[in-house]
């Protein structure tokens, strides 16, 4: 099993930026991809982008894609979600997950969660 501890969330006005961090410990040598999800009250949770640990590719849902950047600390066994030109649409909460998939964008193909951050966006 791996675990995930995801960080830095908080309050910031809109055109802001924020940077999320996902540490990942346990069994990480089955993880292929980190991805990040959020979810929005009353809304279902969704796909936001994700990095493959193995080769450092990336992929993003359309909405973020030019403000959000996904990086990885390999050593440091850490992800990182850098929100830019943030929105107040981007409010939510974030989680971080671990897949063993190659390219993982649905919620089935990821087998362990963190326990989520918030990411409040004002007007």
């Known amino acids: 099993q791996v675990q995930l501890v995801e960080s830095g969330g908080g309050l910031v006005q809109a055109g802001g930026s924020l940077r999320l961090s996902c540490a990942a410990s346990?069994?990480?040598?089955?993880?292929?991809?980190i991805g990040w999800f959020r979810q929005a009250p009353g809304k279902e949770r969704e796909f936001v982008g994700y990095i493959n640990w193995t080769g450092g590719s990336t992929d993003y849902v359309d909405s973020v894609k030019g403000r959000f950047t996904i990086s990885a600390d390999n050593a440091k066994r850490t992800v990182y979600l850098q929100m830019n030109r943030l929105k107040p649409e981007d409010t939510a909460v974030y989680y971080c997950a671990a897949s063993p998939y190659a390219k993982a964008k649905v919620l089935e193909d990821f087998g362990s969660w963190g326990q989520g951050t918030q990411v409040t966006v004002s007007a």
């Open positions: 346990g069994r990480t040598f089955s993880t292929v991809v």
